[in-house]
């Protein structure tokens, strides 16, 4: 039986996932929770095979949360989803750590396969994200440049293209304020250009908001 807790703020898609994975043979739903507190609060208390962690949960950033499930709880393979664009969050959240990365705009199908495929541990993406990874396209040459970041650099563009100045990057990824401004800049050069306001448009087009 392989077993999943689901961690999502929002009541009804907890739901949903849970009446999707437990229709399915040999899956069991064990726990689902709010926010990474009760998250790491839950899993101090059981081992889920599998922990599927929505990419915006409250409290503490998804990739930083990734990262620290992987360090204090290394058997546990996680699963991130999200509604953001599945080109791209995959690559950041599997550098990361992460087994896979599902979309929320995916068939529901998608959601037994991945769960399935990170359980044994392997890797899972979507067909279509694979071929877009295969293939890029010239209308896609913003995200062959995002592909080039690493996961902390998507985080602090995240920040910064949600609005947050640069103490409160800092303090949001307990970093101080000259390591943001070095990001900053290593983001201008990774993305071509040459002024924040240019780097925010560039995060908005890569739907980053």
């Known amino acids: 039986m392989i077993t999943v807790l689901i961690a999502d703020n929002h009541p009804i898609v907890r739901l949903g996932i849970k009446n999707v994975l437990d229709s399915s043979e040999g899956i069991q739903v064990i726990a689902d929770v709010a926010s990474t ?9 059981i081992t889920p095979d599998v922990v599927m962690l929505e990419m915006d949960i409250p409290e503490i950033n998804g990739i930083a949360t990734l990262r620290k499930i992987k360090q204090e709880f290394p058997e546990v393979k996680v699963l991130m989803y999200s509604g953001q664009s599945e080109d791209v969050y995959a690559l950041s959240t599997i550098r990361a750590g992460a087994f896979g990365y599902l979309s929320k705009t995916s068939e529901l199908d998608y959601i037994v396969s991945a769960v399935k495929k990170v359980s044994e541990g392997n890797m899972f993406i979507t067909n279509e994200l694979a071929q877009r990874l295969a293939f890029d396209e010239g209308s896609q040459k913003p995200r062959r440049f995002f592909r080039k970041l690493s996961s902390r650099e ?3 563009l995240k920040l910064l293209a949600s609005g947050k100045r640069n103490k409160e990057v800092a303090e949001g990824l307990n970093l ?10 290593r983001l201008m050069r990774k993305l071509n250009v040459d002024n924040l306001v240019d780097l925010l448009q560039q995060a908005k087009a890569l739907e980053l908001y």
Do not use: G, H, I, Q
Request: charged share 25%; net charge negative; glycine share 0%.
């Open 176 to 185: 101080n304020e000259k390591t943001v401004s070095t990001y900053k800049a």
């Open 37 to 45: 507190s009760e998250l790491f609060n839950t899993l101090e208390n």
């Open 154 to 156: 998507v985080e602090v």
